[in-house]
């Protein structure tokens, strides 16, 4: 709740409190937020690796609340501000660096938390059953359901309270329901299916492509049978689930050749699981990218549609929201559609496919990246109209309402594309790496922010040097003389060339079979 709140208030406390433009103001979120995601990854390798992932959780659970608290009293202290009289985007000394560090605490806390959470919660479906097996899609739509719901009173009361009673009061409800929330949390653990971590991700990795290296001049077997893999008793002993043998990258099968006069050893030969590990890792990798330029387009609607309606009229009948609480839109479209999509297109889309989640992940996604692309070009379509009036004589302010169909279209895209992405990379990724996979698809949000940063700077730099006025799209402090709506129409085209790609990612991948032998094996790693 804490996080989409301070996700949706920033932007405006980087412009009002730390006196930062529009650019950096916008630079500054998206380059927390893609450091947040990125550091997903954190998370999900030390709770794969290292710690449970309800430790991991708590932990970095402790540091999100330690940076919210830091938060409260840098907006409660005037000392901590920036002088109002000084040059925009200018902050130094002890201010710069308390202001950096809450932002660093802050990053570090949120990713860690989101790295191992997901997993955490799908770990309890014991996928050796079939009943809790087929559920594991239902968790991921709830688990959307319940965020969706704590960012609604997220956007809508301390978004109000931050903007009406001071920051420093949203802030500290934000710091308090974080800390309530992880308290909660750790009460559950007697409850819980909690998985001990094994080997790390990234040596098992790099033992397939170092000896895939070194034999690379050994031919192949014609029977794959002959690579060499662990016995059914050893997989059991291990609570290893071996992954079937794949045609696909075929190079790498040479990590599992074991010479005649060699025994097996961890950096000697590797098991075709562990080979088809790398591999399942690898035909994910497209699929990852070909989601990033979708957050790119989430980043701007986070960033530039807050600072259009600060212009825009607020009321709704003698109802006033706030700006940073428009998101409370597709908030609402997404805790109205998921149960919809649940109880009634899960089981008719069942009946048609025969699918256990009526479509496949990969579809869900495609359906979430068109969807984004018909966000962004209605986008521009509202900026035209919002300028259009506001330039008249005398001004007329639209309502900030007209933002709802943007973000509407948009959050129904996210409840199709998230959802879909935690699913597929949490089912497909082998045990032991299902924290560091299901990190992936924050990792996917993580690299759209920080190409969101670099696309304002790039489309600002060429359209100055184009453009008749030598002003880019996006410059300066008064939105109603940027343009926009062209860089909105930009990312739809954009949108429309990565959906093409997407759908040749998807059409390639294979989905990952376990061996039937071991289907058992499953949620070994747990007790």
């Known amino acids: 709740m804490g996080f989409v709140a301070n996700m949706a208030t920033l932007v405006l406390y980087f412009l009002y409190v730390m006196h930062f433009d529009v650019a950096t103001a916008s630079n500054t979120l998206t380059d927390f937020m893609g450091s947040t995601f990125l550091l997903t990854l954190v998370g999900g390798f030390i709770s794969d690796t290292y710690l449970s992932r309800f430790t991991t959780c708590l932990i970095f659970g402790s540091i999100e609340v330690l940076g919210l608290a ?7 202290s005037k000392h901590l501000h920036p002088d ?7 902050i130094h000394g002890g201010t710069a660096t308390y202001f950096y560090a809450t932002l660093c605490l802050l990053a570090l806390g949120y990713g860690g938390v989101r790295g191992a959470f997901p997993a955490l919660g799908a770990d309890q479906f014991d996928q050796r059953d079939p009943t809790e097996a087929g559920a594991l899609a239902t968790f991921f739509n709830y688990l959307t359901l319940c965020t969706t719901a704590g960012a609604t009173i997220g956007v809508t009361a301390i978004v109000w309270v931050s903007m009406n009673k001071g920051w420093h009061w949203g802030f500290l409800m934000a710091t308090i329901a974080s ?14 299916r909690l998985q001990r971590p094994g080997d790390s991700p990234l040596v098992r990795i790099w033992q397939v492509v170092l000896l895939a290296i070194k034999n690379r001049k050994l031919p192949l077997p014609e029977n ?12 059991s002993a291990l609570a290893v689930a071996k992954i079937a043998h794949t045609d696909q990258f075929r190079f790498l099968d040479k990590a599992a050749i074991l010479l005649k006069e060699s025994k097996p050893e961890p950096w000697k030969v590797c098991t075709v699981t562990q080979v088809e ?11 990852l990218a070909s989601t990033i330029i979708m957050n790119t387009c989430m980043a701007q609607l986070q960033t530039f549609s807050v600072q259009q309606g600060q212009l825009m009229e607020p009321h709704l009948g003698t109802l006033k929201v706030p700006a940073p609480s428009i998101p409370v839109i597709p908030l609402l479209f997404m805790s109205i559609l998921i149960p919809i999509y649940e109880f009634i297109f899960v089981p008719f889309a069942r009946k048609l496919t025969g699918h ?13 990246l068109v969807l984004s692309v018909i966000s962004m070009a209605v986008a521009g379509i509202v900026e035209v109209k919002r300028r259009n009036e506001f330039n008249k004589t005398p001004p007329h302010v639209i309502s900030l309402f007209w933002l709802s169909l943007q973000y ?48 304002v700077n790039i489309i600002n730099a060429v359209t100055e040097k184009i453009s008749p006025s030598k002003q880019g799209w996006l410059h300066g402090l008064n939105i109603n003389k940027n343009n926009v709506n062209l860089f909105y129409w930009f990312l739809a085209v954009l949108s429309t060339l990565n959906f093409g790609v997407y759908l040749l990612a998807a059409s390639w991948y294979k989905y990952k079979t376990n061996d039937p032998a071991d289907s058992e094996m499953e949620l070994g790693a747990t007790d």
């Open 70 to 76: 830091m938060l409260t009293i840098e907006a409660h």
């Open 84 to 90: 109002p009289r000084g040059k925009s985007s200018c």
């Open 179 to 192: 800390f309530i929330s992880f308290v909660v949390l750790a009460m559950g653990k007697p409850f819980y």
């Open 224 to 235: 794959s049978a002959d690579l060499y893999e662990i016995g059914d008793k050893e997989s």
């Open 277 to 287: 590990e790398v591999k399942v890792l690898t035909r994910m990798l497209p699929i």
């Open 356 to 368: 256990p989640s009526g479509i496949t992940q990969l579809q869900r996604v495609g359906v979430g």
């Open 408 to 455: 509407g279209i948009f959050g129904i895209a996210d409840m199709f594309t998230l959802v879909g992405l935690m699913e597929f990379f949490y089912k497909e990724a082998p045990v032991g790496m299902r924290s560091l996979s299901t990190s992936f698809t924050w990792l996917s949000l993580s690299f759209g922010y920080f190409l969101s940063s670099i696309f």
